[in-house]
């Protein structure tokens, strides 16, 4: 029985405005856009934020559900794997004597639609939906539990404002047959398998109706499909309610039918208040450890909010064969392909709010090294060369052509040419473990993943007459520049990586020598090619220009035609659009951070001054043509002090998934550039940093905030900064694990243990020298 005041509470969002995302009014020429920014997820499911009530016969586009890691190709051969979206499980008809309630513009008095961050909940409120004989007001709410991965739950309440006419409430799936082959269909369970990746899907649902409090028994259609008949009343208040399980089988002789219908009985027995409460529990747990606070500044806070609930929303701690795509689980663009955006841009939230996220996002990076391993080998290296675009094997998915800006078919050379990936898993890879200290993970995987990353680059680096190593024949960060030659990001990255591996060993033979053994003995390396990798690592070319400081972007890059990016301001396309793929090439234009990535990611490998003079010389000449270049620049601007233009870059990157002039937005969220914001306020801002023996932070935080709080993982531990700029001062607060060190600015290291809160004045730790 559905609690007719316990529905009501649920219906409502949360009270306090700073967790809300709301759009009013009903213009289906954005309703794409809305899609994506209000998709719900957790990590398992994504559901677009489509409509909850239809408009007319169907739907116009199904509020989409994305299954991770249900991938397929569209023939066995050649093409690339792409995410299958499964059946919309939310359709839903109103049915009047005079046809379907449509909701036309019109007929809406006012229509409101409300992404509630804190429960990771959409809701909606439609009032005076008016139809012949009848008006009502709408409520829904949907979401995909994150305390079952499995569970989906929809909830609708109608208020019947005037009429007495009969009304059918038809319950049923939309988009059945939209790429995967119908297995069995019954009245409470569905199974689709893919035609060739051997996945498969059981949708079990289950769905109650109450008119005034009261059931109503339903008729069963089949097929999914039930329907409620009633007569309507003024001041009549009628509760739909419907659940769904979702499972994925990866092996063919596995049918997940029964475990979808367990899934949801268990459910049903808790009932729906129970799954929505267990789901806004699993909810706060994670806004107590991942809230980032900004006193001072209400549009960062709810870009940050923001930023956070999807980023939350993208990832399944329980789920080690699937990582986050492009778009993570909120629409169609990059086909659910997994870029180095997850390592570079999304692995530091997690790795500092939720390290078992982390974890399982590097082990899919684990279970896919022998496609890696098998890429390299195909292209006549040794090693791991990680897939530029990554689905379900590790096999390369990145497509070999493509459609250009002007129409004409372009080869992509990102597949075989934009390598630096396989240092940026280890990277990763290492950073992890720094935070985490976990020693297992590394000898079970991460050590395999950096040693096998390592000999791919010590093969890669050829010697040649001027003595030194080079890596030819490359695309960086900066994809306007093709088959170039000693891309700095891409050397430095792979120099790190050789020297990591190497590092590896050393430190595996001397801790853990059983351990070392088997695995050098299974990977066959011996002390010759450990010699041969640090001949390697210091003979790469990866230096900058002893003179002037400055990382050559690649061989030649400086003699290019310099194009004043200021002449083209106001243009709303990427410059390669504007001067043509072949002229980009020739020039300086840069599409995203490269040199500025380094200094990002490797800050130490720029001495002195020489971070800024990169970043001066480089900055002007990028024309952020990624959703992924703002961020980066605006992290390197925070840690360089130049907080305001770095706040610019926030608000740029904010900017590209919530507000309507993005033109992209369409296909899911740039979870890359709400990673890359959340990198920005915390390793920018407040210059978090890791430390042997603790970490370090080093604010700059724009003028006009009053604070900042957040909380971080560190090696088991749970602690919370507070910075407060009005009183210039630090609040350090270490909730649970042992004794850590902090250090702030460049004051020596202090001791930091619970129940002793540091308060540091950051006039004398911050001073200039
Ligand atoms: C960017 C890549 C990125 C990819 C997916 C491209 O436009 O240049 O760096 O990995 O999009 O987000």
Redesign the pocket.
């Known amino acids: 029985m559905i609690e007719t005041g316990t529905m009501e509470q649920m219906l409502r969002p949360t009270a306090d405005p700073a967790w809300l995302l709301a759009t009013e009014g009903y213009d289906p020429l954005r309703e794409s856009s809305f899609e994506s920014r209000f998709a719900i997820s957790n990590g398992f499911l994504g559901v677009r934020g489509g409509r909850a009530a239809t408009r007319g016969a169907r739907w116009v586009v199904p509020a989409r559900t994305y299954v991770a890691g249900l991938f397929d190709k569209s023939d066995a051969q050649h093409a690339i794997p792409e995410l299958i979206p499964a059946a919309d499980w939310m359709k839903l008809r109103i049915l009047l004597p005079g046809g379907a309630l449509i909701q036309h513009p019109g007929d809406v008095s006012s229509h409101r639609i409300t992404l509630d961050l804190q429960r990771g909940a959409l809701l909606s409120e439609c009032s005076r939906l008016k139809a012949p004989d009848i008006s009502l007001r709408l409520r829904t709410l949907r979401f995909v539990s994150l305390s079952d991965r499995a569970l989906g739950l929809q909830l609708i309440q109608l208020e019947i404002e005037e009429g007495e006419v009969e009304v059918t409430l038809e319950a049923s799936f939309e988009g059945m047959n939209l790429g995967l082959a119908s297995v069995q269909i019954d009245q409470h369970v569905g199974v689709w398998r893919t035609e060739h990746s051997g996945k498969s899907i059981a949708m079990a649902s289950g769905s109650s109706l109450q008119v005034d409090g009261h059931d109503l028994f339903g008729t069963a259609l089949g097929q999914l499909k039930s329907s409620w008949s009633w007569k309507t009343r003024a001041g009549q208040v009628v509760c739909f309610e419907r659940s769904v399980a979702i499972v994925r089988s990866d092996v063919e002789a596995f049918n997940p039918a029964a475990a979808a219908i367990e899934k949801l009985g268990a459910a049903r027995q808790l009932g729906w208040h129970g799954v929505t409460a267990a789901h806004e529990a699993a909810w706060a747990s994670r806004w107590l450890l991942s809230d980032v606070l900004v006193d001072g500044d209400a549009s960062v806070q709810q870009a940050l909010r923001f930023a956070i609930y999807h980023l939350n929303s993208a990832a399944n701690p329980g789920d080690e064969r699937v990582s986050i795509g492009?778009r993570a689980l909120t629409g169609a663009d990059?086909h659910g392909h997994v870029?180095?955006?997850t390592e570079i841009f999304l692995l530091p939230f997690y790795i500092f709010t939720w390290p078992e996220a982390a974890r399982a996002l590097l082990m899919y990076r684990f279970h896919t090294l022998d496609g890696a391993r098998a890429k390299a080998t195909r292209m006549g290296w040794r090693g791991a060369l990680y897939a530029w675009e990554s689905a379900l094997t590790g096999a390369e998915a990145a497509p070999a052509q493509a459609i250009g800006p002007d129409r004409q078919v372009i080869p992509i050379l990102c597949g075989s040419q934009e390598q630096h990936i396989s240092a940026d898993v280890a990277y990763a890879v290492w950073q992890y473990w720094q935070a985490t200290g976990d020693d297992r993970f590394l000898r079970e995987a991460g050590a395999e993943i950096i040693l096998e990353t390592g000999r791919f680059w010590s093969s890669r680096a050829k010697l040649e007459a001027d003595g030194r190593r080079h890596i030819r024949g490359v695309i960086g960060?900066d994809?306007y520049h093709e088959d170039i030659d000693d891309n700095a990001y891409t050397n430095v990255m792979a120099r790190w990586n050789v020297r990591r591996a190497l590092d590896i060993a050393a430190l595996l033979h001397e801790r853990w020598p059983e351990c070392w053994q088997s695995l050098a003995s299974r990977l066959d390396i011996g002390e010759a090619e450990l010699k041969q990798w640090r001949i390697v690592a210091e003979s790469i070319a990866a230096n900058p220009d002893p003179k002037t400081g400055l990382f050559q972007e690649f061989s030649g890059y400086f003699e290019l035609e310099r194009i004043n990016l200021a002449d083209y301001a106001g243009r709303s396309v990427p410059m390669d659009v504007v001067l043509g793929r072949e002229r980009t090439q020739k020039s300086q234009v840069i599409?995203?951070a490269d040199v500025v990535a380094l200094l990002a990611l490797l800050p130490n490998e720029f001495a002195g001054e020489t971070g800024a003079e990169n970043f001066r010389y480089y900055e002007p000449r990028c024309d952020h043509g990624?959703?992924?270049s703002p961020a980066m620049h605006g992290l390197v601007a925070a840690r360089l002090g130049q907080s305001e233009k770095a706040l610019r870059y926030f608000r740029k990157a904010a900017a590209i998934d919530l507000s309507d002039t993005h033109v992209a937005i369409d296909g899911g969220v740039?979870i890359?550039a709400l990673g890359g914001n959340w990198m920005l306020v915390v390793l920018g801002f407040a210059g978090l940093s890791l430390r042997d023996d603790g970490i370090g932070v080093d604010p700059q935080l724009p003028a006009a905030w009053r604070s900042l709080s957040f909380g971080v993982q560190w090696r088991g531990r749970s602690l919370k900064i507070r910075i407060d700029q009005e009183k210039n001062r630090l609040e350090a607060t270490l909730e649970s694990g042992a004794p850590m060190m902090l250090v702030v600015g460049g004051a020596p290291p202090r001791e930091l243990r619970q129940g002793n809160a540091l308060q540091v004045d950051l006039s004398a730790e911050l001073a200039p020298a």
């Open positions: 492009a990059y870029f180095w955006d960060p994809e599409k995203q990624s959703s992924l740039h890359a």
